[in-house]
């Protein structure tokens, strides 16, 4: 595993970490999601262009296009997990 790699890994656990601090003082883990998603998107837009940019819809669609690659990627990843465990 990349150095790159390790620190994505890292910065994943914080997050995972921080919604599950969230969910224990007993707020909705659907509101947890809807706010990482929302300080992503904010986040993603200060990366593209700064402070006081703002994206033009061929940015959305890239950052748009990312997010769902990474989804569906997770997704073929746990659905391995989880084959590999039944057999």
Same mark, same amino acid.
């Given at each position: 595993m990349s150095e790159q790699e390790k620190q994505h890994q890292y910065c994943?656990?914080?997050f995972i970490d921080l919604a599950n601090q969230?969910?224990?003082e007993k707020i909705d883990p659907a509101l947890?999601? !809807?706010a990482l998603m929302t300080a992503s998107a904010i986040? $993603?837009?200060y990366v593209a262009v700064g402070n006081d940019g703002t994206l033009q819809?061929? !940015?959305v669609d890239k950052v748009t296009d990312l997010y769902r690659r990474t989804l569906e990627h997770y997704q073929s990843v746990k659905q391995a997990?989880? $084959?590999n465990k039944q057999t």
């Open positions: 994943t656990n914080r969230l969910k224990d947890v999601s !809807g986040y $993603a837009t819809e061929s !940015g997990s989880i $084959a």
